[in-house]
């Protein structure tokens, strides 16, 4: 079911103190916001926040009362620092029980690997009422409880996580984009790029510059969920370039 009218929106709430720390850099942010756009969904805010309960559970309840949806990342593994189950269902007000859904899948994974010791148990803990979400990588599957996603933080199993969900979630338009660069520095196009976004009021452009060889220049990506409006914008901007003397490349460089 798709709702084009409606702006549908995301929260990501990224734990661990590993990514505060410097020690593991987040990939995480990057492919769950390319994800969502392709869902229909425009990822408003990111939070990262350490191994705390109660830091976890102030981040998920702002961010799923503001947003349609509400994803995590990390913090949902075999050791006593994962967290983040417990702080989930306490922002929920329900208990943790073990899923026996979750019991099933991780006793036929580990079954050839040792078997479901108490530590890979705590894999199959959910907040009471959640759904699970497939993972193909490592046998513990991520969790659903109504709009909250909760997944892993190693970026590749999240990825599987991400592909199982892909056209479950209702979502709007698909956020669409065109890019147009040039050894161009935004300060002397500033002006142009704010008359051209205020006459195309379904459209956004965001400005991104650079220094390469030796040289200042700027690519300016124009986004919008409508391919009309989005290609008028394109056109517009590239004849002010244009007129200005600037020099342009169509898909930016």
């Not at 660069?181 to 956004?204: K, M, T, Y």
């Amino acid at each position: 079911m798709t709702s084009s009218d409606k702006i549908w929106t995301a929260g990501l709430v990224i734990i661990g103190d590993e990514i505060l720390s410097g020690r593991t850099h987040d990939k995480n942010i990057g492919q769950i916001a390319s994800w969502l756009q392709v869902q229909g969904i425009r990822l408003a805010e990111v939070r990262v926040v350490a191994d705390e309960e109660d830091r976890i559970i102030e981040a998920v309840n702002a961010l799923r009362a503001a947003n349609d949806y509400l994803f995590t990342t990390g913090g949902i593994g075999p050791t006593h620092d994962d967290i983040t189950v417990d702080a989930i269902a306490k922002a929920l007000g329900v208990p943790v029980i073990i899923h026996p859904e979750a019991r099933a899948l991780l006793k036929r994974y580990y079954a050839d690997k040792g078997g479901v010791s108490e530590g890979r148990l705590r894999m199959a803990r959910t907040p009471e009422g959640a759904e699970l979400i497939p993972n193909r990588k490592s046998g513990a599957p991520g969790i659903r409880h109504g709009n909250i996603f909760v997944m892993a933080g190693v970026p590749h199993i999240t990825a599987g996580m991400l592909d199982a969900l892909t056209g479950e979630l209702e979502g709007g338009a698909p956020l669409i984009c065109e890019t147009v660069g040039g050894f161009i520095p935004e300060s002397e196009v500033a002006e142009l790029l704010r008359e051209v976004e205020q006459a195309h009021e379904n459209c956004q452009i965001g400005s991104y510059p650079f220094f390469r060889e030796g040289k200042v220049g700027s690519n300016f990506v124009i986004r919008s969920t409508d391919r009309e409006a989005l290609q008028s914008c394109f056109d517009t901007l590239c004849e002010g370039l244009g007129e200005n003397g600037w020099d342009f490349t169509p898909g930016g460089i």
